[in-house]
Nanobody
Framework: VRLVESGGGLVQPGGSLRLSCAAS????????MSWYRQAPGKDRELVAG????????DYASSVKGRFTMSRDNAKNTMYLQMNSLKPEDTAVYYC?????WGQGTQVTVSS
């Protein structure tokens, strides 16, 4: 199993980023997937989850209305579109399937 995140970076408050997670080694289209994040000095927290078919993602209250999770089962890839970013969104973002985690991608929101 391999999960590889990309798309992180430095962005100003109010800006946008789109994260991607490329999955391999399992039948991606059969499983729900999720995004987590971990800010410095804080526990890892669930950001969003999506069903195998991609319908009706769930979001943490802190990102609802600003983040959109989606997936493309034909590409074995899921996405996290992050808009109206705030400094408190600064964290390492991880994709997760079952007991497997990606290596993470750093998102820094700062002016």
């Amino acid at each position: 199993v391999r999960l590889v995140e990309s798309g992180g970076g430095l962005v100003q408050p109010g800006g946008s980023l789109r994260l991607s997670c490329a999955a391999s080694g399992f039948t991606f289209s059969s499983y729900a997937m999720s995004w987590y994040r971990q800010a410095p000095g804080k526990d890892r927290e669930l950001v969003a989850g999506i069903t195998s078919a991609g319908g009706s993602p769930d979001y943490a209250s802190s990102v609802k209305g600003r983040f959109t999770m989606s997936r493309d089962n034909a590409k074995n890839t899921m996405y996290l579109q992050m808009n109206s970013l705030k400094p408190e969104d600064t964290a390492v973002y991880y994709c997760r399937w079952s007991a497997y985690w990606g290596q993470g991608t750093q998102v820094t929101v700062s002016s």
